[in-house]
T-cell receptor, first 114, second 111 residues
Framework: DGGITQSPKYLFRKEGQNVTLSCEQNLNHDAMYWYRQDPGQGLRLIYY???????QKGDIAEGYSVSREKKESFPLTVTSAQKNPTAFYLC?????????????FGQGTRLTVV | QKEVEQNSGPLSVPEGAIASLNCTYSDRGSQSFFWYRQYSGKSPELIMS????GDKEDGRFTAQLNKASQYVSLLIRDSQPSDSATYLCAASTGSWGKLQFGAGTQVVVTP
């Protein structure tokens, strides 16, 4: 099955700890994205990558880091510098073809600070 | 700040009726528009995309786009209880799917 796989589904972080969220896609999409969703709010863009070994900051990149070493993978690290990390994290991908910009989402990771 | 605005709802719709959802956007450079459905606790699911002015129909869903008015809408005909969800409007200015999302409209279909 083609799709986007995020893991884990639930993640608990202690104060001062870095955690990494996994995102893998087998859709052969060039572009990948990380969004954050807080209760009752829309999605906010954290980072995005249009090509391997290149990525750009989104609207709320502070306290987060990413890498794009493979086309299929775009992991997100939530660092201790992110003071309010409890949220629902969503990874998405799109083909990037002209006129075909639909983004498809993984099932999400719910991160809670304990 | 480029924004996408939606009424938060909840929009209560009797079963079998038409649900009408509205969305406005501020970036005139936006070229592509999308409607996602999100069930509680789940990730967004793409249900409609629209790129040019006018209407686009897919089953019970119709998306409408008016770029001059910077307005996008979604109609859900013959609403079913399974349509109860939050509907997110999104706009893209580029060819790489970088989307700006509205906060979503909650739809509740009552039997």
């Amino acid at each position: 099955d083609g799709g986007i796989t995020q893991s884990p589904k639930y993640l608990f972080r202690k104060e001062g700890q870095n955690v990494t969220l996994s995102c893998e896609q087998n859709l052969n999409h060039d572009a990948m994205y990380w969004y954050r969703q807080d209760p009752g709010q829309g999605l906010r863009l954290i980072y995005y990558s249009q090509i391997v070994n290149d990525f750009q900051k989104g609207d709320i990149a502070e306290g987060y880091s990413v890498s794009r070493e493979k086309k299929e993978s775009f992991p997100l690290t939530v660092t201790s510098a992110q003071k309010n990390p409890t949220a629902f994290y969503l990874c998405a991908s799109s083909s990037g073809d002209r006129g075909q910009t639909e983004a498809f989402f993984g099932q999400g990771t719910r991160l809670t600070v304990v | 700040q480029k924004e996408v605005e939606q009424n938060s709802g909840p929009l209560s719709v009797p079963e079998g009726a038409i649900a009408s959802l509205n969305c406005t956007y501020s970036d005139r450079g936006s070229q592509s528009f999308f409607w996602y459905r999100q069930y509680s606790g789940k990730s967004p699911e793409l249900i409609m995309s629209i790129y040019s002015n006018g209407d686009k129909e897919d089953g019970r869903f119709t998306a409408q786009l008016n770029k001059a008015s910077q307005y996008v809408s979604l109609l859900i005909r013959d609403s079913q209880p399974s349509d109860s969800a939050t509907y997110l409007c999104a706009a893209s200015t580029g060819s790489w799917g970088k989307l700006q999302f509205g906060a979503g409209t909650q739809v509740v279909v009552t039997p």
